[in-house]
């Protein structure tokens, strides 16, 4: 208890992250592309991999992200959250070593994983007649849904939620699919932005030189 007390893991979505993270960003992009910035906003940061940020006067105050990019919902590979049971039963059952369980978690499992087809929701999109893909599509929206709804509670009121990166921009059937279910929650404004983190990189290298 002591040892693992002493290691003082970090969050990696948090708002401490090195700004040289992709995730400080894509948050820093859409940010730049509010004016103003509301009160509480929600950014679904939606593609290969996946994040959801609760952000409070500017500020990210939560998100889904924890030590590593792969937890929070589940992405295109990989997993997203799982009970830490999992993995014991996992290195019991085969998995025996950290690299193998590295790629199970983080190359082998998400969309690809739960459909046995791809991680591209556009081919899931495509093949969703068919049981598996489109039951990893009904498990992302869930996911994602679920973890949006978390973030509003966390700010306690929604004034905006913005979808960005590849899937968020663009497959707005798995948008509609995700806000399907937002009836109960106070009016609030959905906006889809791109995720601009190339354009960002390049202020911010203007700006320290």
């Not at 998400?110 to 049981?131: F, K, M, N, T, W």
């Not at 699919?177 to 932005?193: D, G, N, Q």
Request: charged share 20%.
């Amino acid at each position: 208890m002591w040892r693992a007390r002493s290691l003082c893991l970090p969050q990696f979505g948090n708002s401490e992250s090195s700004a040289t993270d992709s995730t400080a960003y894509q948050l820093e992009s859409i940010l730049a592309q509010l004016q103003p910035v509301p009160e509480n906003l929600v950014i679904a940061h939606l593609g290969n991999g996946a994040s959801i940020t609760a952000i409070h006067d500017g500020q990210s105050i939560d998100t889904t992200m924890g030590l590593t990019p792969t937890g929070g919902v589940m992405m295109g590979t990989r997993c997203g959250d799982l009970d830490p049971g999992v993995m014991v039963f996992l290195a019991r059952h085969g998995f025996a070593t950290a690299d193998e369980l590295e790629q199970l978690v983080n190359k082998k499992s998400g969309l690809l994983g739960v459909s046995g087809l791809s991680s591209d929701v556009r081919q899931l999109i495509e093949a969703r007649a068919q049981p598996a893909p489109d039951l990893a599509l009904r498990m992302f929206c869930y996911q994602v849904r679920k973890a949006i709804a978390a973030m509003a509670a966390a700010l306690g009121a929604l004034n905006l939620l913005v979808f960005t990166g590849g899937i968020g921009e663009h497959a707005e059937v798995l948008r509609r699919e995700i806000c399907a279910k937002f009836a109960w929650m106070e009016s609030f404004e959905i906006r889809t932005l791109p995720a601009q983190e190339d354009l960002q990189i390049a202020r911010i290298a203007l700006w320290e030189h």
